[in-house]
């Protein structure tokens, strides 16, 4: 099989163990006692997640655990559930009520903290906003938002009278919110003017009126007056969000929902050109979110928990909003970017708020080791107990650096696997008992059977590169493709009939743990961000000079992977550095800034095979090593190649 190798060397014998003062104050506490627990979680799954289940609020209880018709999971069957209830209300009419449960800080510097008391009353408003605009049960609500306190207050507004929220990522353009309306048939957007990025405006809904002048079924907009830059309002369709909520009362009963109705969907890249919408449903994703960061985040009420990621990303969908305060934690949110107005912002705020719980991905820590070490040595970060780190492989080097640097070489550091589609961690340390190695998001969380098997189906044996394969069904997974359940089956289900696949290369080492070694689909993971080849391609194609395109992706010393694209142009238009950096500015205006390509080189032709599809693994060994060693008979103008390695200056692994 053909994978895509890590670019770092593993030193398997470096073992972190978690310290005695960790281990003896947390819940899983010993490498025994997660032993026993994983093992009898496997044995008895439904047994496991029930418990876990009923310390959430139920309206009414479930009758079965599961139901399991591969590849269609039901959990909790018959159970009632509101989300929004379980994240706010319970909290807010307990000891919690003045707890705050989001300190939010914008990138200007302006603060503002919300009690979970106060969080009850602008949901409890929000959710009667949405209902006074004729938003009903499973109607979907699409939100593009900065990262403001209401972007929670609307998704959980959305949970609370069970309609789908569709948060699409403020960083995407106008096209990804057309392709997500036209998917998923929403009718109103709740946006905001702006969010501060860098010191500047980045404008917000300019980009939603360019989306609506492409697609007119949307009958509301909502915005939210963030930055104060100047905006078209339409008055019959637009409304700000300060005068909705002013007409309605602060309380709202919280209705309980089948467990399986519908939560949210979020769109994520495949190997297809356009993102596909990964549907998620209520009592089981709430259950997989809140046990998780019980356990590995080891979550208490006197924590501060800061998650640094986006509501527009799974991450902060499943460990900003709905995981923490499934908890009653207290968060901290921010607005802006890492390094504004320095490389010190984050420090700085840790320092500040007392932040004891850190969650971010290694391509900001490789960003932060490149500015330099006097950022984190200015601030005091002894408050600082227990460092997470998703979304990529995270190198030793970080590794290590983060365990040093940030956290003193006190703190255990959890390396979370898990996806879009898996809803909540499925792979990680547990805190206080299992001995870290750098670079390896080490065993399964309970209830989570995780195996490695080569192409045959057979189980790798430890250090044998396969694909990485869940087992057994769990409450947070994927229910469906929204609208194409037939593409969920063949995506997920086929490679190994009853087992979910997860799109990653991964191997064992002799103790057992996972080394995830990247995508085995053509996904790219771009700083942490899922992106496809084919996305990229297809946007490269719709510019009017680009006759073909292909996309890959190489290694990065920051991002991870860089995007790489080799673009065929139409007759008549001439190759240009002006016309690549226009190429480059035309992904970025129909994707989003992060998907526009590193390098772009122009091609005359594309290696293809005999039968036309595009070889972009000897695009991919070409950009590498500046050469192509691998099979190249099938190729069916090798002149190509020849021509393009004159072009190519070799990007070897870091
Ligand atoms: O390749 C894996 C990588 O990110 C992919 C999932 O991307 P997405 O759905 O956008 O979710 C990202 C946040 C959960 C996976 O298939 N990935 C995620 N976390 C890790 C990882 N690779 C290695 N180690 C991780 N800790």
């Not at 694209?565 to 035309?586: D, I, M, Q």
């Amino acid at each position: 099989m053909s994978t895509q190798k890590s670019s770092f060397n593993h030193n398997q014998d470096v073992v972190h163990k978690p310290s005695k003062t960790f281990s003896s104050k947390a819940r899983i506490s010993s490498m025994a006692a997660y032993k026993k627990l994983y093992k009898q979680s496997i044995e008895q799954p439904e047994k496991f997640w029930a418990r876990e289940a009923e310390e959430l609020v139920w309206q009414k209880p479930w009758s079965k655990v599961l139901d399991w018709k591969a590849p269609n999971a039901k959990w909790f069957e018959g159970g009632k559930i509101n989300v929004c209830e379980n994240c706010v209300d319970r909290h807010a009419v307990g000891p919690r009520k003045n707890k705050a449960a989001i300190i939010w800080e914008g990138e200007p510097g302006d603060k503002r903290v919300i009690t979970y008391g106060q969080l009850q009353k602008d949901v409890c408003r929000f959710a009667n906003v949405l209902q006074k605009n004729g938003v009903k049960a499973k109607d979907r609500v699409l939100i593009y938002m900065p990262m403001v306190p209401e972007a929670a207050v609307a998704m959980l507004a959305c949970a609370r009278i069970g309609a789908v929220h569709n948060v699409v990522f403020g960083g995407f353009a106008a096209e990804a919110i057309v392709d997500r309306l036209q998917d998923s048939g929403a009718s109103i957007i709740i946006t905001a003017d702006g969010g501060w990025r860098r010191g500047k405006v980045v404008a917000l809904k300019p980009v939603v009126d360019e989306a609506l002048a492409r697609y007119d079924q949307v009958s509301r907009v909502i915005v939210l007056k963030r930055c104060g830059n100047e905006i078209a309002m339409d008055a019959a369709r637009d409304a700000w969000w300060h005068d909705e909520v002013a007409t309605v009362p602060s309380k709202h009963v919280a209705k309980g929902f089948d467990s399986e109705h519908p939560l949210f969907v979020l769109y994520t890249s495949g190997s297809t050109g356009k993102p596909k919408g990964i549907l998620h449903t209520s009592g089981g994703y709430l259950t997989g979110t809140y046990s998780t960061c019980k356990y590995i985040f080891d979550m208490r009420d006197d924590d501060v928990y800061w998650c640094t990621a986006d509501v527009g990303w799974i991450t902060g969908h499943s460990y900003i909003v709905y995981g923490p305060l499934a908890n009653g934690a207290t968060q901290v949110m921010y607005e802006g970017a890492p390094n504004a107005p320095d490389f010190g912002r984050f420090w700085k705020m840790v320092e500040e708020y007392g932040v004891t719980i850190f969650y971010t991905a290694p391509t900001a820590i490789r960003a932060f080791i490149k500015a330099g070490d006097q950022f984190p040595n200015a601030y005091d970060l002894s408050s600082l107990r227990l460092l997470g780190s998703v979304g990529e492989p995270i190198n030793p080097e970080a590794w290590n650096w983060y365990h040093q640097k940030i956290g003193g070489g006190r703190c255990p550091i959890v390396d979370t696997w898990w996806q879009t589609e898996t809803g909540a961690i499925l792979i990680s340390p547990l805190p206080g008992a299992t001995p870290c190695k750098p670079g390896t998001a080490t065993l399964p969380f309970f209830g989570v059977d995780a195996v490695i098997l080569d192409d045959a189906g057979k189980k790798c044996k430890a250090g044998q590169d396969g694909r990485l394969v869940i087992r057994k069904p769990w409450p947070s997974m994927i229910r469906s493709i929204y609208g194409d359940k037939e593409r969920y089956k063949s995506t997920y289900w086929s490679d190994y009939p009853g087992f979910y696949t997860a799109g990653d290369g991964a191997r064992r080492d002799k103790d057992g743990n996972f080394w995830i070694i990247g995508r085995l689909d053509d996904v790219l993971n771009v700083s942490g961000h899922r992106l496809g080849t084919a996305e990229i391609e297809s946007a490269l194609v719709s510019h009017p000079a680009v006759a073909e395109a292909a996309v890959i992706g190489r290694p990065d010393e920051m991002k991870g992977q860089a995007v790489a694209a080799f673009v065929t142009l139409k007759a008549g238009f001439e190759e240009s550095e002006a016309l690549c950096a226009e190429l480059r500015n035309h992904v970025g205006k129909v994707i989003g800034a992060i998907a526009k390509p590193d390098d772009l080189y122009f091609a005359p032709g594309l290696p293809k095979t005999r039968s036309g599809k595009i070889m972009r693994r000897l695009l991919k060994e070409l950009v590498c090593t500046g050469k192509v060693t691998g099979n190249v008979t099938t190729l069916e103008d090798p002149s190509i190649i020849e021509n393009l390695q004159r072009k190519i200056a070799p990007h070897p692994a870091p």
